[in-house]
């Protein structure tokens, strides 16, 4: 088992039978059949209390599908509560949100409000493209396209151009070295690898039209279907589409800067020597990136410091939770 991934077990864990961040909830929630120590009863108790009724609003009116189920989930190591918890009660301050953006990259100059949203404020959650450029067929929010765990819109500094912020959270996932161009739909013959095919089909024209990520010869077995490279591959793919066809969308931009979230501990993500390269994570992401200025990893704790002071109460709950 991953090493960070068990240190947080212990930690949730450890939470939930001495502290009161749960609301009282003693853990042994169901999850995948059985019952686990470190899920909770009810899940909306995974959530930082002053945010859980909004959350719950929000993922309605915007039509938002949860992780995992219908509610929010009550598995402590979930990335989409991780970053509820640490982005959903600044979404409507302007000030915090721009100083938060320009302590990754100081760059900008104001945020706009998140246009695709039922009540638009400075950043929005699981946000697709108004339309599918991506050949994907679908544009339900939080499954079955692709979509961006958080996403702020933003105008960048000098040329005043306005720019997407899509925004990846990573908490515990490590991945092994599945390959995402060779699998099978359920119920067709193994070895068929019709739904790897249909993932070729869907992103190698497009990745070779790319002004930010190398074309290959060949796809199949490439950098491009390995998590989390995979994820990494369609959000570029996204931002581009959305800046070419700004004509259909409501998010209309002429730049984009893609913001990794991962946890400096989480060393089984970082620092594993994946199959395509041999190297660890950023180095092989950054190799198939024509500009590296448009990609950024930062450490949530970081990326939340600016704003630190200004949001005591929920950095104190941040750090007891998570950092």
């Known amino acids: 088992m991953s090493k960070y991934k068990n240190?947080?077990?212990?930690?949730?864990?450890?939470?939930?039978?001495?502290?009161?961040?749960?609301?009282?909830?003693?853990?042994?929630?169901?999850?995948?059949?059985?019952?686990?120590?470190?899920?909770?009863?009810?899940?909306?108790?995974?959530l930082y209390e002053p945010i859980r009724e909004g959350v719950v609003q929000y993922f309605k009116d915007n039509n938002i599908s949860w992780w995992g189920g219908n509610t929010p989930s009550g598995h402590t190591l979930s990335s989409q509560i991780a970053c509820l918890n640490h982005l959903f009660a600044i979404?409507?301050?302007?000030?915090?949100?721009?100083?938060?953006?320009?302590?990754?990259?100081?760059?900008?100059?104001?945020?706009?409000?998140?246009?695709?949203?039922?009540?638009?404020?400075y950043i929005?959650?699981?946000?697709?493209?108004?339309?599918?450029?991506?050949?994907?067929?679908?544009?339900t929010r939080g499954s079955n396209c692709t979509s961006v765990d958080a996403f702020i819109y933003a105008v960048h500094r000098g040329d005043e151009k306005r720019w997407l912020i899509p925004i990846e959270w990573k908490y515990t996932e490590n991945y092994s070295n599945e390959d995402k161009s060779n699998e099978d739909r359920p119920n067709e013959d193994k070895g068929s690898n019709g739904k790897g095919q249909e993932r070729v089909r869907r992103y190698s024209a497009l990745t070779d039209a790319s002004s930010q990520l190398k074309s290959l010869g060949n796809y199949y077995g490439s950098i491009y279907y390995q998590e989390p490279f995979y994820q990494l591959m369609r959000q570029t793919l996204w931002a581009e589409n959305i800046i070419k066809h700004s004509e259909e969308e409501k998010l209309v931009a002429e730049g984009y800067l893609h913001i990794h979230v991962i946890p400096n501990d989480n060393k089984d993500?970082?620092?594993?020597?994946?199959?395509?390269?041999?190297?660890?994570?950023?180095?092989?992401?950054?190799?198939?990136?024509?500009?590296?200025?448009?990609?950024?990893?930062?450490?949530?704790?970081?990326?939340?410091?600016?704003?630190a002071d200004k949001y005591l109460q929920l950095s104190s709950y941040l750090e007891k939770r998570y950092w």
């Open 7 to 46: 240190s947080q077990y212990v930690r949730q864990e450890a939470l939930i039978k001495s502290s009161d961040i749960f609301s009282g909830d003693k853990g042994n929630g169901y999850f995948k059949g059985a019952t686990r120590a470190f899920v909770l009863r009810d899940g909306m108790n995974n």
């Open 91 to 121: 979404m409507s301050d302007k000030e915090a949100v721009l100083a938060m953006l320009n302590g990754v990259r100081d760059e900008f100059v104001d945020v706009l409000p998140v246009k695709c949203d039922a009540e638009p404020q």
């Open 124 to 139: 929005g959650f699981e946000v697709v493209s108004a339309e599918d450029h991506l050949n994907e067929k679908s544009s």
């Open 269 to 307: 993500l970082l620092d594993k020597k994946y199959r395509v390269s041999g190297k660890g994570m950023e180095e092989t992401w950054r190799s198939m990136l024509k500009d590296q200025s448009k990609y950024v990893i930062v450490d949530p704790q970081r990326l939340f410091a600016p704003i």
